[in-house]
Every structure is written in C-alpha cells, then in structure tokens.
C-alpha cells in the first residue's frame, strides 16, 4: 500500500488553512463546513444503495409546497438537521422539507453565530432512475443577538449577505463545492479514505460557454424575451458560437455544475402555470446565485439580481437565470 499522498488536501485541512488569513477567525464556519461534509457523506451511503433497499419510493406524504416526499429527502432532511443540532456551529436550521425554521436553543447551539438554510435532496424525481442528484445549502450570519434564540430574521435575509454557500452533488463521483467571498472551491469524495479533497481549487465559470440548460417542454409558456433568447440559442448566425447544446437533467445541481464548469446558462422561468418559477428563493437560488457570481458569472429572476431580492417567505419562489457573464448578458437584452 502506497502512502498517503501529502499533495491531498481534505476539506479540514483546507478550511482550517483559510483561517490562517484571518487571525481573529473562531473557527466556527470550519466546523460547520465539516458537519455539512460529514452528512453528506452519510447522504451519500445512502443514495448509493438506493436501488437495493426498500429507500426508494415515496414516503407517503406530500411537504409543504405539496410535493411528494421521497424517503430519501426525509432522510437526508433529517442527517443535515440532525448533524448540525448537535455540532456547535449552528444556531439553527430552514429547509425545504420543513414547514417553519427550526431553532437549536441548546446551551450551546444558542451561542453558536450562523444559520444554515438547505434543500436537502434536490432533483429527487430523478432517484428512481439512478441519475444525478444532489444538496443545497446557504449560511448567514445571524442577525440577532448570538445567546439569544433564533427568529425569523435570520432566516429571511438577503442572499448578498450569505457567508458561505455550496452543494453536494452525488454523481458519477460525489463532490462538495463551496464558495465563500474569498472563492470557490470542490472537493471530491475518495470513498476509499471517506475524505473530500480538494480537486477543483478556485472554480471560475467561463465567461462564454456552449450550453443552455431549461425544460423545452414548457417553451410556450415562458415570456417572449425568453422565447426569442432560446430561439437565438439554436442558431447558427451568432457571434458567439452558437447554436448551443440543450442539456437539461432535471437536478438542478447536476445541470448548474456542469455549467459551473464548462461554461453555460441554466434558466427556470416563470410560466403561466407558475408565475414565480418553481425553484425556491432560500434553498435553491440564493445560495447558486451566490457560487455562481463568486466564480465570475451572474444570476438574476429577469429583472433583478438574486442576491439583493429582499425575502419574505420562507419557501418563496423566484424565477431564475444563471450562469456565464456573457450569456447573461445576450439574455438580459432579450428581457
Ligand atoms: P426538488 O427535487 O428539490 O424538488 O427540486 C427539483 C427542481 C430542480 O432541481 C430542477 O432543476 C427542477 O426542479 C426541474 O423541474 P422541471 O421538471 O419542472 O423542469
Ligand atoms: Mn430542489
Ligand atoms: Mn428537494
């Protein structure tokens, strides 16, 4: 057996080096990035059998928003939760599979400065059929009083203020990503040492790329401005090498990596069926819109800029277009 490699660095290591820059840094942001890692990874065991054992399926009841629920979400609902109560980073949590924040007021949770807000198991639909899936997660200062317990106020904060905010995809290899102010970073699960290494240091999204990513099937549906965007997308004459390729997996974690990537635009527009898109302001697109721009590309809901939508519900949903800077840019002249 060969030795352990030292050109590794394991998420620890590497989020415990960044505290290097700051010399008054508690650590805590750390921690709490190393609980993330650590549920995903139990996540991660989970959906890797998910076609042997009795996972798969519904679980039987429909969430808030009226979806199904998937036995996988609920576990993985309840990891996230579970690790993050008992580690000492997290005041409290949002999710999208729970009616209402849940406060951590434990002696020690009380104390702790973040918040954490995830859709736990994102593109669900698509378990069943063994393809891609994924977590989401935001974190913020909280902005109440730390001893005191948290409200609603810490939750409902605009996404330029997040600390921190990545993803788990569970891929053809398991990654997280993360970004904080400072950049954007992945890291691969080895399952053979059960550790992310880093493997995608400083992620930045090409400014121009050849992909556009959207469910087709609802084309007469969307507003005029997208309609005439995707429709330059499949021709020829464009200046910016095009036509694209249409990639659309149906996770969106899965479709807004590869154009994290590669280069590309993921759209969820509004419809006439859904007037506010599908995807959900707190779990879904801020804490993409915040990744996204930290390597370099945009988000907005066709209008304005994610990060600075002010929220006031908890499961509220946003249109959403994002990705590279000058793809965002063409589409911004068609809205
Ligand atoms: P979730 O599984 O958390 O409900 O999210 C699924 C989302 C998103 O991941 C994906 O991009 C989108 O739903 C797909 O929706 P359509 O099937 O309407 O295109
Ligand atoms: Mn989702
Ligand atoms: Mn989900």
Do not use: W
């Not at 930045?204 to 401005?225: M, R, T």
């Not at 590309?264 to 721009?293: H, S, W």
């Amino acid at each position: 057996m060969s030795a352990i490699s030292r050109k590794v660095l394991t998420l620890d290591e590497f989020t415990i080096l960044q505290l290097r820059n700051f010399p008054n840094a508690t650590g805590e942001l750390s921690g709490l990035l190393r609980d993330i890692g650590l549920a995903a990874k139990r996540v991660n065991v989970e959906v890797n059998k998910a076609g042997l054992v009795d996972i798969l399926g519904d679980a039987g009841a429909t969430n808030i928003q009226g979806e199904d629920v998937k036995k996988l979400d609920v576990f993985a609902n309840n990891q996230f939760m579970g690790v993050l109560r008992h580690g000492i980073s997290c005041a409290g949590i949002g999710s999208e599979e729970l009616d209402d924040f849940v406060v951590f007021d434990d002696p020690v949770s009380v104390n702790s400065k973040y918040v954490c807000l995830f859709d736990p198991l994102d593109g669900s639909g698509n378990i069943d059929v063994n393809v891609s899936i994924g977590t989401i997660f935001s974190v913020f200062r909280r902005v109440t009083p730390v001893g005191t317990p948290v409200t609603a106020a810490d939750f409902l904060q605009p996404g330029v203020k997040q600390v921190a905010a990545g993803y788990v995809i569970y891929g053809s290899s398991t990654m997280l990503v993360y970004a904080t102010r400072r950049g954007c970073n992945g890291f691969t699960l080895d399952p053979s040492i059960g550790e992310f290494c880093l493997s995608h240091p400083d992620i930045k999204c090409p400014e121009l790329g050849k992909i556009y990513s959207v469910n087709h099937g609802n084309f007469f549906q969307y507003d005029e401005g997208v309609r005439k965007y995707i429709d330059g997308c499949q021709r020829k004459n464009k200046s910016n090498g095009g036509p694209y390729t249409q990639r659309y997996i149906g996770s969106m974690v899965a479709d807004v990596h590869r154009n994290l990537i590669k280069g590309g635009i993921f759209m969820y527009p509004a419809t006439q069926d859904k007037p506010n898109g599908k995807l959900r302001l707190l779990y879904e697109c801020n804490p993409f819109a915040f990744i996204v721009e930290v390597a370099g590309g945009k988000a907005t809901n066709g209008q304005q800029r994610i990060l600075e939508i002010v929220p006031t519900e908890l499961h509220q949903r946003s249109p959403l277009f994002i990705g590279s800077k000058l793809m965002m840019e063409e589409l911004e002249s068609h809205l």
